[in-house]
């Protein structure tokens, strides 16, 4: 075999394996482990979901606490609706952007719930870990899906995965959570 031949073989496997994360978020294990974390956060989510109903009379009425917790739940269902997506193929453009923008969504309302609980806990006790771990599953899940999205968009299309950017979207993603951070915190001063 010549050394042409091997290193096209090689760029051709490369291109079409998938990534640590991904081998990790298609697993048996943490498929059982979504599903655990999914069935802990329900009764939040569909509490948070329910109320809103209730909710909308004027907003002299709610407190932002509740405004916050309902945005972070209706940010937690649009990331289950794009961990579902994702687990079927693209058919278009415009269906890829909607379900990476449904993932994204989750991800920075787990990152927020997952900011809030560390900034409120010392980690004293294996509740507040346990607390951490439980929104940190989906956050997982959904990176491990966008992933797989990026990588059969880049099989499909013929061309080498390319990290950049992902590399751009956790920066946006960790500034977006520092600003919700900040405007969080200063509602709540305010």
Do not use: K, N
């Not at 990331?79 to 969504?105: E, H, I, K, N, Q």
């Amino acid at each position: 075999m010549s050394t042409a031949a091997r290193y096209e073989r090689l760029e051709t496997v490369a291109r079409h394996r998938p990534g640590m994360l991904e081998r990790l978020t298609d697993s048996t294990a943490f498929a059982v482990l979504l599903g655990v974390t999914s069935l802990v956060l329900a009764p939040s989510m569909l509490i948070g979901l329910f109320v809103v109903a209730a909710l909308f009379t004027p907003a002299g009425r709610a407190s932002p606490d509740v405004w916050i917790w309902l945005l972070l739940t209706a940010g937690g269902a649009v990331g289950y609706v794009g961990l579902f997506r994702a687990r079927r193929p693209s058919s278009s453009s415009a269906d890829y952007c909607v379900t990476l923008v449904c993932l994204a969504t989750g991800v920075v309302a787990g990152l927020a719930v997952l900011g809030r609980v560390a900034d409120s806990s010392a980690f004293e006790d294996l509740l507040t870990v346990g607390a951490v771990v439980v929104p940190a599953v989906p956050v997982i899940a959904a990176l491990g899906r966008i992933a797989r999205l990026r990588r059969l968009r880049a099989a499909a299309e013929g061309r080498v995965l390319d990290s950049l950017p992902l590399i751009f979207l956790a920066v946006a993603l960790g500034e977006a959570l520092c600003a919700i951070a900040v405007g969080v915190q200063l509602a709540t001063a305010g």
